[in-house]
T-cell receptor
Framework: EDQVTQSPEALRLQEGESSSLNCSYTVSGLRGLFWYRQDPGKGPEFLFTLYSAGEEKEKERLKATLTKKESFLHITAPKPEDSATYLC????????????FGSGTKLNVKP | SAVISQKPSRDICQRGTSLTIQCQVDSQVTMMFWYRQQPGQSLTLIATANQGSEATYESGFVIDKFPISRPNLTFSTLTVSNMSPEDSSIYLCSGDRGREAFFGQGTRLTVV
C-alpha cells in the first residue's frame, strides 16, 4: 500500500540552528514527490517537486533532496518566519490522480 | 503558478443544513480535487472532480453526503450535506496541472 511518513512530528529550533525534516515513502512507482508549507488557517503553499533520485532543489533557506526511499527538507539558518507545518506528498505512476500526504512536521523557530 | 479562489473562507452552520463551497481557478487545470483537513491532521482526499461527469469518490466518502460539480475546467463546487458537528473541518480545493498541485486557502467550517 502506498504511504508517506514524516518525521519528526514537531521540531523546535533556535533561530540560526540548521536541521532537516524527513519524508519516507512507499509507492509502487514514484511520479513525483512534493513539499508544501502550511501556515495555520491557510491552504498548503507549494514549495518543490522532485522527480528522480539524486535530484535537489533550493529556495532561499530550504533545500529538498530525494532518494529512492525518502526525501529530506534541509533548513539552513532558519528564521522565525520559517515556522509552519511542512507537508510531503507523493504521486504514483499508476495512479497520478492522487496525492498521498504525510501527516506533516510542525516547525517552530524561536528568536 | 495557478491561483485558486475558494469561498466562503469560513462559515458557522447549524446541524442538518447544507453548505456549498465554490472553487475557481484562474487558468485551466487538468484535475481538480477536494480535500478535508481535520484539526491537527493532514489532508484526506474526498474526491476527484471530473468535468462533465460524476466525481470519483475515495473510500469513506459518498456522493449523497458530498455532492460535487465541475461544469468546466476552471470551476467546481463541493456541498457538505445534512451537516453534523463531525463535519467541522477545513475543506480545501486543489488544481493539478500535472507537475504540481495548487491549493485554495480553504474553507473553515464549524457545525453547531
Amino acid at each position: 500500500e502506498d504511504q508517506v511518513t514524516q518525521s519528526p512530528e514537531a521540531l523546535r529550533l533556535q533561530e540560526g540552528e540548521s536541521s532537516s525534516l524527513n519524508c519516507s515513502y512507499t509507492v509502487s512507482g514514484l511520479r513525483g514527490l512534493f513539499w508544501y508549507r502550511q501556515d495555520p488557517g491557510k491552504g498548503p503553499e507549494f514549495l518543490f517537486t522532485l522527480y528522480s533520485a539524486g535530484e535537489e532543489k533550493e529556495k532561499e533557506r530550504l533545500k529538498a533532496t530525494l532518494t529512492k526511499k525518502e526525501s529530506f527538507l534541509h533548513i539552513t539558518a532558519p528564521k522565525p518566519e520559517d515556522s509552519a507545518t511542512y507537508l510531503c506528498a507523493v504521486q504514483a505512476v499508476d495512479n497520478f490522480n492522487k496525492f498521498y500526504f504525510g501527516s506533516g512536521t510542525k516547525l517552530n523557530v524561536k528568536p | 503558478s495557478a491561483v485558486i479562489s475558494q469561498k466562503p473562507s469560513r462559515d458557522i452552520c447549524q446541524r442538518g443544513t447544507s453548505l456549498t463551497i465554490q472553487c475557481q481557478v484562474d487558468s485551466q487545470v487538468t484535475m481538480m480535487f477536494w480535500y478535508r483537513q481535520q484539526p491537527g491532521q493532514s489532508l484526506t482526499l474526498i474526491a476527484t472532480a471530473n468535468q462533465g461527469s460524476e466525481a470519483t469518490y475515495e473510500s469513506g466518502f459518498v456522493i449523497d453526503k458530498f455532492p460535487i460539480s465541475r461544469p468546466n475546467l476552471t470551476f467546481s463546487t463541493l456541498t457538505v450535506s445534512n451537516m453534523s458537528p463531525e463535519d467541522s473541518s477545513i475543506y480545501l480545493c486543489s488544481g493539478d496541472r500535472g507537475r504540481e498541485a495548487f491549493f485554495g486557502q480553504g474553507t473553515r467550517l464549524t457545525v453547531v
